[in-house]
Each structure stands twice: as structure tokens, then as C-alpha cells.
């Protein structure tokens, strides 16, 4: 990990502590959380790019995620000046593939536009390469979300392939397919070191 973000260690109980980069507070969500990740998803452009989350999307449901997210190691995007959550990512592991996660993130409306996206991609990924001990992260969008598709390029993946995803809230759609392995991470570390 860099100088700009550092990682407290992770408590035996497998949840994670919080993850600390220049502008974010990553943080597991809280039950206070609710209300915020609510207001933020109650808007179908951002929810028509994900795939889990269902439409209309209501308290309860956020309620529901914040108790239960199964396996999936999940953050609060936070602002670390005002505390304020802007979204959510995290890593999904691969039940088929041992050592492979999936990349997953959104950004509510008002906090577009400001990088955020990429700087807590940045966090969760070089959480899933070290603390989690993967060997490839992988990660899928819509081929209409050009954000998150320059997120993902910012992040170094590759383009893998084209497919279609099932979405709640959207059905089938086509969707463009990103891998990363921990030998190309670990290239990109050294490379953002030597600068």
C-alpha cells in the first residue's frame, strides 16, 4: 500500500477496519448508514447500472444489505472532511474460483464528478490483493456506464470480453467484462512508487 493510504488491521472476527486514502474514509456500513445509502440509491440512473440492487430501493432494503451482504467484503465511501457517505464498494469473492474476487462500486449523484469512484476502487482493490490474499479481481459494467468503464481503466484492468449480466433492476443487459491479476497490480504499485 502507499504512504497516502494506510490499513488498520483487520480484527479475527473477518470484518474489516477502516481503509484511509487522501479524500476517503473507507469503513464497514453501519446500521446509521440507512437512511444515507437510501437517499443516494433513490435514483434509477444509478441504480439501472448496478446489478444487486432492486427498484424502487427503500430503507428496508438498506437495512437488509447493512445486516447481510453474505460473503462480500463491503465499505462506506466516506468523505474523511465531513464524514458524509457518497456510496459503497467492495469485493464479492468467486465461489467457483478460490483467489478471485469481483469488484463492485457506485457513487450516489451529488458526489459524481469528483474521482471519488476511482480512489475508493483504488482502496478496495489493494484490499483484495493484500488482505484478502487474491489472485485476480475482476470486474463488469454496462456497456452504456462510461464512468464506470473510465474507472476501470484508471484502475488498470483489462478488457476481458463482452457478455450479458442479469440485473434486478434493469433484466438482461449487455455488459463488458475487466480483469486484474496481483502481478499487474503489483507492476502498477511500483510503478506509482517510481514517480
Given at each position: 500500500?502507499?504512504?497516502?493510504?494506510?490499513?488498520?488491521?483487520?480484527?479475527?472476527?473477518?470484518?474489516?477496519?477502516?481503509?484511509?486514502?487522501?479524500?476517503?474514509?473507507?469503513?464497514?456500513?453501519?446500521p446509521?448508514?440507512?437512511?444515507?445509502?437510501?437517499?443516494?440509491?433513490?435514483?434509477y440512473?444509478?441504480?439501472?447500472?448496478l446489478?444487486?440492487?432492486?427498484?424502487?430501493?427503500?430503507?428496508?432494503?438498506?437495512?437488509?444489505?447493512?445486516r447481510?451482504?453474505?460473503?462480500?467484503?463491503?465499505?462506506?465511501?466516506?468523505?474523511?472532511?465531513?464524514?458524509?457517505?457518497?456510496?459503497?464498494?467492495?469485493?464479492?469473492?468467486?465461489?467457483?474460483?478460490?483467489?478471485?474476487?469481483?469488484?463492485?462500486?457506485?457513487?450516489?449523484?451529488?458526489?459524481?464528478?469528483?474521482?471519488?469512484?476511482?480512489?475508493?476502487?483504488?482502496?478496495?482493490?489493494?484490499?483484495?490483493?493484500?488482505?484478502?490474499?487474491?489472485?485476480?479481481?475482476?470486474?463488469?459494467?454496462?456497456?452504456?456506464?462510461?464512468?464506470?468503464?473510465?474507472?476501470?481503466?484508471?484502475?488498470?484492468?483489462?478488457?476481458?470480453?463482452?457478455?450479458?449480466?442479469?440485473?434486478?433492476?434493469?433484466?438482461?443487459?449487455?455488459?463488458?467484462?475487466?480483469?486484474?491479476?496481483?502481478?499487474?497490480?503489483?507492476?502498477?504499485?511500483?510503478?506509482?512508487?517510481?514517480?
Open positions: 500500500m502507499t504512504e497516502e493510504m494506510t490499513e488498520r488491521p483487520r480484527p479475527r472476527t473477518g470484518a474489516p477496519r477502516a481503509l484511509v486514502s487522501p479524500r476517503l474514509r473507507l469503513r464497514p456500513p453501519a446509521d448508514d440507512a437512511e444515507a445509502i437510501a437517499e443516494l440509491l433513490d435514483d440512473d444509478v441504480v439501472k447500472m446489478s444487486r440492487v432492486p427498484w424502487p430501493y427503500t430503507r428496508d432494503h438498506a437495512e437488509d444489505f447493512i447481510d451482504h453474505g460473503d462480500e467484503t463491503v465499505f462506506a465511501i466516506c468523505l474523511k472532511a465531513t464524514g458524509d457517505l457518497v456510496g459503497i464498494c467492495g469485493v464479492q469473492p468467486d465461489d467457483r474460483r478460490p483467489k478471485r474476487g469481483e469488484l463492485g462500486f457506485w457513487i450516489g449523484r451529488p458526489f459524481w464528478g469528483n474521482g471519488y469512484a476511482t480512489e475508493a476502487a483504488h482502496a478496495a482493490i489493494d484490499y483484495g490483493f493484500t488482505a484478502l490474499g487474491l489472485d485476480e479481481i475482476t470486474v463488469s459494467c454496462r456497456v452504456i456506464n462510461e464512468a464506470s468503464r473510465r474507472v476501470i481503466w484508471k484502475c488498470g484492468f483489462r478488457f476481458s470480453g463482452n457478455g450479458m449480466i442479469e440485473t434486478v433492476s434493469a433484466g438482461r443487459v449487455a455488459s463488458e467484462h475487466f480483469s486484474l491479476d496481483r502481478s499487474c497490480w503489483r507492476s502498477l504499485k511500483s510503478w506509482g512508487e517510481a514517480r
